[in-house]
């Protein structure tokens, strides 16, 4: 059984007012970070973008446009065009725009999921599914090419309708998704604080 890794970037970005697949936390944009990230546990990685970011994305990973069939479903798009395009395989699923999480975390993920059910993912403390932080098994396509086809393009809903695994991940703070430019600072912000204090720089002031 083959793992493979699904890096949402699309999406209209639109309370962000720019790409943000393409906002830097780590030296490099985060569809290439997080896509990064995912590599060490997947057989592939493969980039799920727009028309506009498969045309201008500069990567070494295979991009992936949504098929004709499947378009204005959001993430589930992105999703059904992959179990389409590479059907057999599970898929383990990441946002671009989660700039907390990291391969230990997804590692303890795929570590604790049931392979027996359909599916799981990342469940935040106000008893929801983080479904762009998830793994879709094959036995799933089904099921949710029949939900699509019966008019979901819900992630949430089909989780929920599958009773999926729920995991509450090691650090709450990983299920941070970045919205705005105010969360884009914010977030550097911290990341930075995190990097002076683990490079001991938080004694640079010291007497």
Known sequence: MSLYGLVICGGESTRMGTDKSLLVYYQKPQH??????????????ILS???????TFRTS????TDLPQFAGAGPMSGL????????????????????F??????????H??????????????????????GWYSR????????????????????????????????????????DTMEDFRAVKQAL???NDFQNGNQFDNQP
């Open 61 to 64: 990973y295979p991009k992936l």
């Open 80 to 99: 059904l065009t992959a179990f389409e395009t590479f059907p057999g395989n599970d898929f383990l699923v990441a946002g671009c725009d989660y700039p």
């Open 112 to 133: 604790h999921t049931d392979k027996d059910l359909p599916a799981a993912a990342f469940y935040n403390r106000n008893a929801f599914y983080e479904p762009l932080l």
């Open 139 to 178: 036995s799933a396509s089904s099921a949710l090419f029949n939900a699509f086809e019966n008019g979901t393009r819900s992630l949430q809903r089909f989780l929920q309708a599958e009773n999926a695994g729920k995991y509450r991940p090691m650090s709450e703070r990983t299920m941070r998704s970045v």
């Open 49 to 55: 973008c727009n028309a506009e970011q498969y045309k």
């Open 101 to 110: 999480l990291t391969t230990d975390e997804l590692a303890n993920f795929l």
């Open 32 to 45: 290439e970070h997080i896509a990064d990230l995912l590599a060490p546990l997947c057989e592939r990685v």
């Open 192 to 194: 930075e604080a995190d």
